[in-house]
């Protein structure tokens, strides 16, 4: 029973131009959603976060949009670039639970 | 942020033996760990929760008795893969629970252990 799901197993985009990573989840619980970076053979790195009274958290590139009604969250990367290129995984907290549950992940891929 | 060491990173093993997976924080003290699994080109399964000086709780489908877990310290964790076999053959990822100020508890990632059961 996957609760957190990323339909695109991979992306590809040119360096410069807008990534948009989506995320879609069952689990009306979740109230705290992560992204997060993986390089192949590494553990994940932490990159942006939401909680579910939000609809919009930005950082630097890294934009995080959450719609609840449509369980839908995506992030955004702009302008891309060549070191963004990993698998990015999106997560999601229940209340007071310090369990994360990770979405299937997207491979993207920044070309020159 | 904080840091999260594992040892070994790589591992190859004989099918039947056991091997011990070691989870660090470095630079602050986690009461909570976290042990996940990944398949190539799956997402991250959890494991189990190990919590220090009490017994690990499970996932369903995850066979306690396969993966033993001791949290004896503060600051180290530790997975035993008891009777290897190939299909044990995986990534194998720890995480510790840090307070961050403002936000709710964080959990940063070790670099991984790559197991591979002949």
């Known amino acids: 029973d996957q609760q957190v799901k990323q339909n695109s197993p991979s992306l590809s985009v040119q360096e410069g131009r807008i990534s948009i990573l989506n995320c879609d989840y069952t689990?009306?619980?979740?109230?705290?959603f992560l992204w997060y970076k993986k390089y192949p053979a590494e553990g994940p790195t932490f990159l942006i976060s939401?909680?579910?009274?939000?609809d919009k958290n930005e950082d630097g590139r890294f934009t995080v949009f959450l719609n609840k009604s449509a369980k839908h969250l995506s992030l955004h990367i702009v302008p891309s670039q060549p070191g963004d290129s990993a698998v990015y995984f999106c997560?999601?907290?229940?209340?007071?639970?310090?369990?994360?549950?990770f979405g299937t992940g997207t491979r993207l891929q920044v070309t020159l | 942020g904080a840091v999260v060491s594992q040892h070994p990173s790589r591992v190859i093993c004989k099918s039947g033996t056991s091997v011990k997976i070691e989870c660090r924080s470095l630079?602050?003290?986690?009461?909570?760990m976290f042990w996940y699994r990944q398949f190539p080109k799956k997402s991250l399964m959890l494991m189990a929760t190990?919590?220090?000086?009490?017994?690990?709780?499970?996932e369903q489908g995850v066979e306690k008795d396969k993966f033993l877990i001791n949290h004896a310290s503060l600051t180290l964790s530790t997975l035993t893969v008891t009777s290897a076999h190939p299909e044990d053959s995986s990534f194998y990822i720890c995480?510790?629970?840090?307070?961050?100020?403002?936000?709710?508890?964080?959990?940063?990632f070790g670099p991984g252990t790559r197991l591979t059961v002949l």
């Open positions: 995480s510790a629970l840090a307070r961050t100020s403002g936000r709710r508890n964080e959990q940063f």
């Open positions: 997560a999601a907290y229940t209340g007071t639970a310090s369990k994360l549950t």
């Open positions: 630079d602050f003290q986690a009461t909570t």
């Open positions: 689990n009306s619980m979740f109230d705290y």
């Open positions: 939401i909680s579910s009274i939000k």
């Open positions: 190990s919590n220090e000086g009490s017994k690990a709780t499970y």
